[in-house]
């Protein structure tokens, strides 16, 4: 009994006491710090493999990598620059993503999910910083968005 008691009264002078850090209402600075550090590495991962998929022209335009010289067979070349197109596309995308997510980080909308309005763990945003839903509003927005043949993140 006295045992509550000092646990009670220490939760009322630290609400957060015995709280996990995943489960606060709010993100520390450094937490949200290190989220930013996060998404500015992986988007300077991404910018430079964007830049390195792409080769300066003579004319001073960008464009993909001529695989023709790799081999003659036509059909493994557009394959080979069909992949290269996708793989620019999601590259690209993560990116726009990822500055969505720096802009949002230091507003206090940023750890709440878009859906039901519950804080996002910070352990799924440690692991994906961009994340906008909770896990479960995630995988409902999954299922009800899911295309056959398609895999599911």
Same mark, same amino acid.
């Given at each position: 009994?006295? #045992?509550?008691?000092? @646990?009670?009264?220490? !939760?009322?002078?630290?609400?957060?006491?015995?709280?996990?850090?995943?489960?606060?209402?709010?993100? /520390?600075?450094?937490?949200? @710090?290190?989220?930013? !550090?996060?998404?500015?590495?992986?988007?300077?991962?991404?910018? /430079?493999?964007?830049?390195?998929?792409?080769?300066?022209?003579? +004319?001073? /335009?960008?464009?993909?990598?001529?695989?023709?010289?790799?081999?003659?067979? +036509?059909?493994?070349?557009?394959? @080979?620059?069909?992949?290269?197109?996708?793989?620019?596309?999601?590259?690209?995308?993560?990116?726009? @993503?990822? +500055?969505?997510?720096?802009?949002?980080?230091?507003?206090?909308?940023?750890?709440?999910?878009?859906?039901?309005?519950?804080?996002?763990?910070?352990?799924?945003?440690?692991?994906?910083?961009?994340?906008?839903?909770?896990?479960?509003?995630?995988?409902?927005?999954?299922? !009800?968005?899911?295309?056959?043949? #398609?895999? !599911?993140?």
């Amino acid at each position: 009994r006295g #045992h509550r008691r000092i @646990e009670a009264a220490h !939760s009322i002078q630290n609400p957060r006491a015995g709280v996990p850090l995943s489960a606060m209402r709010y993100l /520390t600075i450094e937490q949200r @710090e290190a989220l930013q !550090s996060a998404l500015g590495a992986r988007a300077g991962l991404l910018r /430079t493999e964007v830049a390195e998929a792409l080769d300066q022209q003579d +004319d001073g /335009t960008l464009a993909l990598a001529n695989h023709s010289q790799d081999t003659d067979d +036509d059909a493994i070349v557009d394959l @080979e620059a069909s992949l290269d197109v996708a793989r620019l596309s999601r590259e690209v995308l993560e990116l726009r @993503e990822i +500055d969505r997510a720096l802009a949002r980080l230091h507003t206090p909308e940023y750890g709440q999910c878009a859906d039901c309005g519950e804080d996002i763990p910070f352990i799924r945003l440690q692991a994906n910083p961009m994340a906008t839903r909770c896990i479960a509003c995630q995988s409902g927005f999954e299922r !009800s968005h899911a295309q056959p043949g #398609h895999a !599911s993140l």
